[in-house]
T-cell receptor, first 115, second 110 residues
Framework: GAGVSQSPRYKVAKRGQDVALRCDPI?????LFWYQQALGQGPEFLTY????????KSGLPSDRFFAERPEGSVSTLKIQRTQQEDSAVYLC?????????????FGPGTRLTVT | GIQVEQSPPDLILQEGANSTLRCNFS?????LQWFHQNPWGQLINLFY???GTKQNGRLSATTVATERYSLLYISSSQTTDSGVYFC????????????FGTGTRLKVLA
């Protein structure tokens, strides 16, 4: 079956531009996660949705970062006024269950480069 | 918060060799997964293993939750096994989010 998909796969933005990254989770998956992966590091948690409710946004690095999942399926991560330190791979993951145990499935990521 | 350490950080193997990767975590966990991140950046699920032992082909994993560690065994390694191996844990506090380990970078030589 189809896995988690993300678009675009690559994005180059000039410093100060706004960007929007899209995630299509596996159909029927209740939970959706965003992670940020800097070069040479492991992924770091940004935010978590259970259906359309954003239950945890403790990992968002600044108020320039905003995520939404209005209908409980597709999610968008928006970064306003991009800075060079925002350059990273942004990974989306989904899982079937809203309560454990569960397994997270990751998309291919969006590589953001801010110039 | 919970700390997740992996060892070794880097590993070079000749094709056909066996290896053991370790993941230590500092607190009790609800969930634990092993991932392989291939050279194209895709995180591939290897095992969902909060406790016990599982096997899948040449790979197997064991988690001893009471002693706060997990092991990933790779037997008869192939060049396609190259990449970075991560363990990720969810602390029992029920935060749902995964904390990823530091990773083991594996290179298998032909």
């Amino acid at each position: 079956g189809a896995g988690v998909s993300q678009s675009p796969r690559y994005k180059v933005a000039k410093r100060g531009q706004d960007v929007a990254l899209r995630c299509d989770p596996i159909s029927g998956h209740v939970s959706l996660f965003w992670y940020q992966q800097a070069l040479g590091q492991g992924p770091e948690f940004l935010t978590y949705f259970q259906n359309e409710a954003q239950l945890d946004k403790s990992g968002l690095p600044s108020d320039r970062f905003f995520a939404e999942r209005p209908e409980g399926s597709v999610s968008t991560l928006k970064i306003q006024r991009t800075q060079q330190e925002d350059s990273a791979v942004y990974l989306c993951a989904s899982s079937f269950s809203a309560s454990g145990p569960y397994e997270q499935y990751f998309g291919p990521g969006t590589r953001l480069t801010v110039t | 918060g919970i700390q997740v350490e992996q060892s070794p950080p880097d590993l070079i193997l000749q094709e056909g060799a066996n290896s053991t990767l370790r993941c230590n975590f500092s607190d009790s966990v609800n969930n634990l997964q092993w991932f392989h991140q291939n050279p194209w950046g895709q995180l591939i699920n290897l095992f969902y293993i909060p406790s016990g032992t599982k096997q899948n082909g040449r790979l197997s994993a064991t988690t001893v939750a009471t002693e706060r560690y997990s092991l990933l065994y790779i037997s008869s390694s192939q060049t396609t096994d190259s990449g970075v191996y991560f363990c990720a844990v969810e602390a029992t506090s029920g935060t749902y989010k995964y904390i990823f380990g530091t990773g083991t970078r594996l290179k298998v030589l032909a």
